[in-house]
């Protein structure tokens, strides 16, 4: 779960390139982080650490502003297992 590139405004994307899929980010703290928060300015304990595409699932809810991140390809089938 590495980092993507800032763009050359120095934000995190919010879609992987190519393809359009959704990141979601990590803090230090373990906590989801949609793409808006993760872009704040935050201190040191809320540094953004980790980012991944999220491919399937419910979508996950951003710990710090409660948005929903919605998945690439939506729930799985069969739902939760």
Not at 36 to 61: H, K, L, T
Request: aromatic share 12%; hydrophobic share 30%.
């Amino acid at each position: 779960m590495e980092l993507p590139k800032k763009d050359k405004n120095g934000r995190y994307p919010k879609l992987a390139w190519p393809g359009g899929y959704p990141f979601y980010y990590m803090d230090k703290a373990g906590n989801v982080l949609c793409t808006e928060c993760a872009n704040r300015e935050v201190d040191f304990s809320q540094e953004v650490v980790a980012s991944d595409i999220y491919w399937e699932g419910e979508p996950m809810i951003c710990e710090d502003c409660g948005e929903e991140i919605e998945s690439a390809y939506g729930e799985a089938e069969g739902g939760r297992g």
